[in-house]
Nanobody
Framework: QVQLVESGGGLVQPGGSLRLSCAAS????????MGWYRQAPGKQRELVAA???????NYADSVKGRFTISRDNAKNTVYLQMNSLKPEDTAVYYC????????????WGQGTQVTVAS
């Protein structure tokens, strides 16, 4: 059984920073890709950032230059450093990972709330 456990959300003022973490556990052979999505009220879930096992990254235009995704392959953990946060970054942030156990399958975390408000 594979689990993704997120942490690090919360309330922050505009211009502030937060760091999200997501750790994968279970019978994992490899994790080719990990990423973060977000969903604001009334909106569709959207990709925020993704990273391959080799470190290739991809960002949504709205977060380029402010957010940084990284991963620790030894710990099966992905991070999202969020700087210069704006009210429009308010959403539930979900961790996503493509994980090889016996087969390749996508997994989601439970979500963590990020609220940017003064």
């Amino acid at each position: 059984q594979v689990q993704l456990v997120e942490s690090g959300g919360g309330l922050v003022q505009p211009g502030g920073s937060l760091r999200l973490s997501c750790a994968a556990s279970g019978s994992i052979f490899s994790i080719p890709a990990m990423g973060w999505y977000r969903q604001a009220p009334g909106k569709q879930r959207e990709l925020v950032a993704a990273i391959t096992r080799g470190g290739i990254t991809n960002y949504a235009d709205s977060v380029k230059g402010r957010f940084t995704i990284s991963r620790d392959n030894a710990k099966n953990t992905v991070y999202l450093q969020m700087n210069s946060l704006k009210p429009e970054d308010t959403a539930v942030y979900y961790c996503n990972a493509d994980i090889v156990t016996g087969v390749l399958q996508g997994y989601w975390g439970q979500g963590t709330q990020v609220t940017v408000a003064s």
